[in-house]
């Protein structure tokens, strides 16, 4: 049995998130579904985490287990050939038998992109908040630094099936950066891990603090603002540990 690990790119917009939903387009359930066919068998594709609908990755990373022995860059061509342009397998690796993409991962960074201006291209819309109306930039960076460190992030999180477990709800953020270019606001975040909606909950707070609406005090804020859309949030890449006897990439 080998164990793959995929790297991979999506356009979330026309997918219901990552997670297998009956009935429902999702980037987990298009993987299951191609690499169950080539294996001859179901297989399960686990991922680093379960993007909501409508978000975007750059690099996600999921593994599989399969039988089959195709060569790594025939596995990648064969599983991009069967799946739409809006998802790319964008590298293949084999990893140990007992890897697994969510629970040893180490970090994960997420960006959310609002654009500033007027007037937004047509051509940026889909991945993008457009909000042209006055914020206090200054104070929302500044505001921004204040998620760093090891919170209860537990207001800054929506209902989710698991919350019955009584998980805990604490995260380490390493680093919470706004940056401002030209026309535009750029939140990078990088975390141990991150609740559902917890990024866009974050942006939502940020443009509150913006809008004078909520303080931008020196600690968490005991609630937050109103969920960003999904469509300017990119998981930009989740970290590992090395691996111990990591094998050729396709």
């Not at 409508?54 to 991009?80: C, D, M, Y």
């Not at 809006?86 to 990893?95: C, F, N, P």
């Not at 140990?96 to 051509?123: L, W």
């Not at 609630?223 to 396709?250: I, Q």
Request: with cysteine; aromatic share 8%; hydrophobic share 40%.
């Amino acid at each position: 049995m080998r164990r793959i690990r995929i790297h991979l790119a999506y356009d979330g917009g026309p997918f219901h998130g990552w997670q297998v939903q009956p009935g429902l387009p999702t980037i987990q359930g298009l993987l299951e579904e191609i690499v169950s066919a080539m294996e001859g068998k179901p297989v399960h594709v686990a991922g680093s985490g379960r993007t909501d609908a409508g978000v975007h990755a750059l690099a996600q990373v999921a593994a599989f287990s399969i039988e089959n022995p195709i060569p790594l860059p025939n596995l990648r061509r064969a599983v991009n050939r069967l799946l739409p342009p809006a998802i790319r397998v964008l590298s293949t690796q084999e990893v140990p038998a007992d890897f697994h993409p969510r629970f040893d991962a180490i970090s994960k960074t997420y960006e959310y992109r609002i654009v500033r201006t007027e007037v937004c291209s047509p051509f940026e819309w889909p991945y993008v908040y457009h909000h042209p109306y006055p914020l206090d930039e200054e104070r929302m960076a500044a505001f921004a630094r204040v998620f760093e460190g090891e919170h209860d992030f537990s207001a800054f999180a929506a209902s989710d099936v698991r919350d019955s477990e009584g998980k805990s709800k604490v995260r380490t953020i390493f680093s919470s950066l706004l940056e401002r270019p030209p026309g535009r606001l750029v939140y990078r975040v990088r975390g141990s891990g991150f609740l559902k909606h917890m990024v866009r909950n974050i942006v939502g707070t940020l443009i509150e603090c913006g809008r004078g609406n909520l303080p931008c005090v020196t600690a968490l804020p005991g609630r937050s603002g109103a969920t960003a859309p999904a469509k300017g949030l990119f998981l930009l890449g989740v970290e590992y540990p090395p691996l111990e006897h990591p094998d050729d990439r396709a």
